[in-house]
């Protein structure tokens, strides 16, 4: 396994903080690790990327601008600038393609945004976020996250009719427990991925925060099988 960190070019001009865990060969990676809001951002991936890199999947992970090790500030940021960020990453991809990405909560949505330009042979989504087409251009402040809450605001998510058109591998896991994504909306992305060969995994007692919960020694069952559910999908 090959750790390499280095800063990524923005959109807008500034780096973003990045990082490659390849395998033993330091083949180029073949995933791209997208995070959700959470303030540690790609951090939270460091153990899957590792235990990838053991399956001979490479994977790139950054920071998006506001996030961590990367500057700016996330209420200056939208989706749409998330999604530019993105595609700014498949540069470090041979021929600026990635095989799979892996978007995690909101990083989901921002996946599903990239597909008009990009069309990768697997999605894996864990616990994925879905957000009202009406917030794609809003900054992520104390505003967004109010209106996001907004009880069925997300029904009318361009995110699902970006999934319609999709007809790749997608593997979905989120835990019963997860204290975040509301009622129907798994039911929505298992829907809008119909053309895709598609495949669910519900964790019985797994939170919102997967990558945590499921790094614990006690939860190493479904970890193997969250594994080698992912190293089929690109097999």
């Keep these: 396994m090959i750790t390499e960190e280095f800063s990524l070019r923005s959109p807008q001009g500034h780096g973003l903080a990045a990082t490659n865990v390849l395998n033993i060969d330091g083949d180029p990676p073949v995933a791209l690790i997208l995070h959700g809001m959470h303030e540690h951002g790609r951090q939270i991936f460091r153990k899957l990327s590792e235990q990838l890199a053991a399956q001979n999947i490479g994977a790139l992970r950054f920071d998006f601008t506001g996030v961590k090790d990367s500057p700016g500030s996330l209420a200056n940021q939208t989706l749409q600038d998330k999604r530019g960020e993105a595609l700014a990453a498949l540069r470090c991809f041979e021929q600026g393609r990635a095989r799979m990405i892996i978007g995690h909560s909101m990083g989901a949505q921002v996946a599903a945004s990239m ?119 690109i097999q």
């Design 115 to 233: 597909l008009d330009i990009t069309s990768p042979e697997a999605l894996l989504l864990f616990a994925p976020m879905a957000y009202s087409a009406s917030l794609e251009n809003t900054p992520i402040d104390d505003g967004f996250f109010i209106r996001s809450k907004s009880p069925g605001s997300w029904r009318d998510s361009l995110t699902f009719e970006r999934l319609k058109n999709y007809k790749g591998r997608v593997l979905l896991v989120a835990g019963d427990q997860d204290e975040l994504i509301p009622p129907g909306m798994i039911d929505a992305f298992e829907a809008a991925c119909s053309n895709a060969s598609f495949e669910k995994m519900i964790i019985p007692g797994a939170p919102h925060g997967l990558q945590g919960w499921l790094q614990q020694p006690e939860n190493g069952g479904d970890r193997q099988q969250v594994l080698e559910k992912i190293a089929a999908l």
